[in-house]
């Protein structure tokens, strides 16, 4: 099992907060289009959600997914670890939603967060995790019995995110490099060995949001989806676990 010392964790923080806390990068900023509600749409259908259950948002930034997921009444609370991104959230929020927030690394949660949630869910979050033994073994403590982890995540065996942060500004390997880690083989042995069991991958996605958004680019989207040779490289992933 990996192990980090506090001070490369320190190190990771720091330099995590300091990527995210500049101008808002275009990445991040709450909209509702199609685009960003279909990985809503997949992640909460992959994760068996269902109306009442409690969810954490791990790593909600500035609550690009996390608004979207209030509107449709899910019962969701936020998890994030710099403070300026979350006074961004409320501030996007403007009390229209009862959203808690909580500052937090989430390889230490506030301890009245354990075993209180039915699902914990991140979108684009993982690959930003310096430790993920460490992180998932935390999860896991925050879910019930019978409870899910779920993670969108990008595909590492797709090379449009790799294009994306060479010519993106704002952008850079160091900050978002950890997609190459984004592999079933990394992933699902961190999830086992924090116990959690049932492990199970989706891929979607084709198009970026500029022909996503557009209704026949999400028509043609789905039929390409379907084309076995491309299975591998499509560019969204979500992995889920179950804590027995």
């Known amino acids: 099992m990996p192990t980090v010392s506090p001070a490369e964790f320190d190190r990771h923080n720091r330099q995590q907060r300091?990527?995210?806390?500049?101008?808002?990068?275009?990445t991040m900023i709450a909209r509702d289009t199609p685009y960003l509600r279909r990985h809503v749409d997949e992640a909460l259908r992959f994760a068996?959600?269902?109306p009442g259950q409690r969810v954490l948002e791990v790593g909600c930034g500035q609550g690009r997914y996390t608004l979207l997921l209030a509107a449709r009444g899910v019962q969701i609370e936020g998890l994030d670890l710099?403070?300026?991104?979350?006074?961004?959230?409320?501030?996007?929020?403007?009390?229209?939603?009862?959203?808690?927030?909580?500052?937090?690394?989430?390889a230490n949660p506030p301890v009245a967060l354990v075993g209180v949630f039915d699902l914990v869910l991140g979108f684009f979050?993982?690959?930003?995790?310096?430790?993920?033994?460490?992180?998932?073994?935390?999860?896991?403590?925050?879910v019930r019995p019978g409870g899910r982890v779920v993670f969108l995540e990008p595909n590492a065996y797709s090379p449009?995110?790799?294009?994306?942060?060479?010519?993106?500004?704002?952008?850079t390997w160091a900050g978002d490099g950890g997609v190459a880690r984004m592999r079933p083989g990394v992933v699902f042995p961190?999830?086992?060995?924090?116990?959690?069991?049932?492990?199970?991958?989706?891929?979607?996605?084709?198009?970026?949001?500029?022909?996503?958004?557009r209704s026949w680019g999400a028509r043609l989207e789905r039929v390409l989806e379907t084309v076995p040779i491309w299975r591998p490289v499509l560019p969204f992933q979500i992995f889920r676990g179950e804590r027995t």
């Open 18 to 26: 300091d990527y995210f806390e500049g101008p808002p990068k275009a």
């Open 48 to 50: 068996d959600y269902r």
């Open 82 to 106: 710099s403070p300026v991104l979350l006074e961004r959230l409320g501030a996007a929020n403007a009390g229209h939603f009862s959203i808690p927030l909580h500052c937090a690394d989430i």
């Open 125 to 142: 979050t993982l690959h930003h995790l310096h430790d993920l033994d460490a992180c998932f073994v935390s999860m896991v403590r925050l």
């Open 160 to 171: 449009l995110f790799y294009i994306q942060i060479a010519f993106t500004p704002g952008m």
């Open 190 to 213: 961190a999830m086992q060995r924090a116990g959690l069991t049932s492990l199970q991958l989706l891929r979607f996605g084709f198009f970026p949001p500029f022909l996503a958004n």
